[in-house]
């Protein structure tokens, strides 16, 4: 081990190239599984609480992202009398109107009823809970996930204010209506994390009172009539989408098909479920590429290891020649080139460790606020671990050329001088 250290040593440039060449590889196909797992894992657990998504008839993956993930929105609006129609409807236990149009610093404002923190659910199963505070005391009441409570370093008595549009996009903002923070939700690492939910009859009040004295063209109309309590679960005219949860899993066909079979207004039903497959379809593509562009990169990494060990070999046949003469069989220097190639493979996979948690430390608090995705731990997983190993393995494979060809050379061929 001396030896190949000393010898890694004297040709440290050329070995300090090949070890950042196999550490970016490694950050990056890290960084690339981790991104996708993380992806899929925050999508499944936001979509595991909901059996239905009812909203104005569109595309399945849009009204998935626009209520679930805050992300777009359902276009227009639906009527409030089809929440109604839905809790009379035989197998649904309980329904949760959404309202949607506005946002907060680039956070997505979700207008709702008190159900909506009784019955949701998420990361199979698990119930929202309040980290401080309760729901809505009043019309003017405001609940906010944990990111936000983060971020913007917002505490319980705190007044916001909301502006009409999505995303960071700001057409209106209503000043005229602050809300108050009653409650912060605990950290679920879903999309619910960087959320703020007002009242029902909050978020209708604040866009009528747009309505009534316009300063946008493109103010959302939200229905003629006003609520008297939407604190407490009464539906505003108007509402954006419902979500639905079944007292039978059986049911969701009969009320999907009278959702589609609707006549007063179109309807579209989407399980969640199904749609997030859908859109993994979509990305599936992006996905395979970015997966074979990292595998590329680590190939690349591991024929410039061989390349480096291999253009080594005629500057170093004297000092081979040298070794086998003090005693060193052939199998021994073998071992050394093979120890040489573990070593520089083993030393690139720890930089690019370093690599890749400096990234996540980066880019986890970037893409939970604007994606609700989170990036998790530093711990690396079962299939990240075999990974690194098997590029481990890899490497030493990577040696075993120029490591024949070492133990083809004999003593003679060192020692002697080539005019």
Known sequence: MKLVVQSLLNRRFVASLTVLAIALSVALI????????????????????????IAPRGNDVQILLATLFGVGSTGTG????????????????????????????GFPVI?????????????RGEALTFAQGTPFADPRSAVIGAEVAERLGYGLGMEIVNAHGAGSVALEVHDEAPFQVTGILARTNTAVDRMVFVSLQGFEEIHAEAEAHPADPLAAHTGEDHVENGVNGVVPAQVNAAYVGLSNRTAVLGVQRAIATYTREPLSAVMPNVALLQLW??????????RVMSLAVVVASMIGMVVMLSAALEARRREFAILRSVGASPRDVVLMIVTEALLVTASGITL???????????????????????LGNQMLGTSEAALLLTILCFGGLASLLPAWRVYRMTLADGLTTKL
């Open 281 to 290: 379809s979509i990305t599936g593509t992006a996905e395979s590429a970015l």
């Open 78 to 105: 639906m009527s409030g009398d089809v929440v109604d129609l839905l809790e009379d409807m035989p197998g649904v236990a309980w329904t949760v109107p959404l309202m949607q149009g506005d946002n907060h610093k």
């Open 111 to 123: 207008g709702t009823s008190e159900s909506y923190f009784e019955h949701f659910k998420h990361s």
């Open 30 to 53: 890290l960084s690339v599984e981790r991104l996708r797992y993380s992806a899929r894992t925050s999508f499944a657990n936001s979509a595991s609480g909901v059996d239905l998504i």
């Open 352 to 374: 690019g460790l370093l690599i890749f948690w400096g990234a996540i430390l980066l880019a986890d608090p970037i893409l939970s606020t604007q994606f609700g995705v989170t």
